[in-house]
């Protein structure tokens, strides 16, 4: 199973790289803060798996990610949040 995986890693990361000129600049359209914002989400998630667990802790950060995100579309009320955990 590893050999396998890594056959495939290495297969994702070679016609990966060979198409990065065709794709162009990843942060030119966008929000550079969002940007931030969601690796600090992600960072935040590390770093409170042990101390909350995997699933509480992936709960609250991507539901969080997730509003802040949608935020940047439109007008969302605080209120509307607690339908989305549901």
């Known amino acids: 199973m590893i ?5 495939v ?11 990065a000129a065709v794709r162009g ?3 030119v359209e966008g929000n550079n803060v969002r940007v931030l914002v969601t690796g600090l989400f992600l960072f ?4 409170c798996i042990p101390i ?10 991507i539901t ?3 509003f802040c995100l949608a935020r940047a579309r439109r007008r969302i009320p605080l ?7 549901s």
Do not use: Y
């Open 3 to 7: 050999a396998i995986m890594a056959i």
């Open 9 to 19: 890693s290495a297969l994702l990361a070679l016609t990966g790289s060979g198409r």
């Open 25 to 27: 600049d990843l942060f």
């Open 44 to 47: 935040g998630w590390a770093f």
């Open 52 to 61: 909350l667990g995997f699933f509480v802790a992936g709960v609250t950060a």
């Open 64 to 66: 969080l990610m997730a």
């Open 79 to 85: 209120s509307a949040l607690p339908g989305w955990v």
